[in-house]
């Protein structure tokens, strides 16, 4: 009965080995896929890491060309403004020159306008003078 009992006992204690190996067999085997399974997702994070760097390189030199471009129109705007205002300055000071002779002559013509008046007027009242001056003559001869 004992030795059955012993058998018994050795019959458990192998098949308790057996089911040990299998449960290490699978640890093992867990263990395997656990790091095939890490392995894959290093990888795709790098890729994902490799195509984020690329796509933010390509995306950065986008935005400087972008802003390049912005600042160089920016630049052309400018430069032709500026050659804008020269033209409108330019013109501007060819009709003030303009305006400058307009107004000579203005004034030269109301110059000669004002001699000629003056110059009427004292003939005109040079003339009414010497005829008063003869009218009276002729009175103070009648009365004398």
């Known amino acids: 009965d004992i030795d059955h009992k012993h058998n018994h006992h050795n019959d ?12 290490d067999h699978k640890h093992q085997h867990h263990d395997d896929d656990n790091h095939h399974h890490n392995q894959h997702i ?10 984020l760097h690329k796509y933010n390189f390509h995306h950065n030199q986008h ?10 129109h920016h630049n052309d705007v400018d430069h032709d403004l500026i050659h804008h205002n020269d ?3 330019h013109k501007h000071q060819h009709h003030d020159d303009d305006n400058q002779h ?4 203005i004034f030269d013509i109301d ?11 004292f003939h005109h009242n040079q003339h009414n003078y010497n005829i008063d001056h003869k009218h009276h003559q002729h009175h103070n001869d ?3």
């Not at 935005?63 to 160089?72: L, V």
């Open 12 to 23: 458990v204690d192998h098949d308790l080995i057996h089911h040990n190996d299998d449960i």
């Open 42 to 51: 290093f990888d795709i994070d790098h890729e994902h890491h490799q195509f």
């Open 63 to 72: 935005n400087y060309n972008i802003d390049h471009k912005h600042h160089q």
């Open 87 to 89: 033209d409108i300055d």
């Open 102 to 105: 307009h107004n000579q002559h």
């Open 111 to 121: 110059h000669e306008h004002h001699q000629h008046l003056h110059k009427y007027n």
């Open 142 to 144: 009648v009365d004398h």
